[in-house]
């Protein structure tokens, strides 16, 4: 199960404020009842960047992925993926048109975020998969 935010839980030096992000009491509860829910992935925008990131809580992890790469205008990606909250560690930021594509085979779940190049082509940027009802692990791209 994914679920879909407008704006992001956790938010990136350089974004927007407001929303949970400025609520942190609000926004535990609202990964905790995502991960009693079964969800491991939370999907959003507002920022038009694409970022990737894991929170840890309880010992699990919950992935946010905020893909803010349609077509409006790209704001600049932050120098290094600081975040404002101690518990959240950066995967992928790039601030490239793109779309994340979720590829789904039975509990098997994949997904890639696909950059624009230059030359029109497209490039996975960041990959990741995982077994529904189990914590996602990032696919290290070196």
Sequence with gaps: MFAQL?????????????GLQVQPGKRVA????LIKAGSSVLFCGHDHWYDHCIVLTN???FHQLTVGTGGAPLINPAV?????DGN???VSHTNRYGYARIEIDGKDVN????ALNKDGTVTVVD????????????V???
């Design 80 to 84: 290094v993926m600081k975040y404002f």
């Design 59 to 61: 010992n699990v992890q």
């Design 140 to 142: 290290r791209k070196d």
């Design 6 to 18: 407008h704006e992001p839980l956790f938010q990136q030096e350089g974004g927007h404020k407001g």
């Design 111 to 114: 997904i890639k975020m696909k």
């Design 30 to 33: 609202m990964v905790d009842s």
């Design 127 to 138: 990959e990741f998969s995982y077994v529904a009802g189990k914590s996602a692990v990032p």
């Design 88 to 90: 959240v560690s950066g």
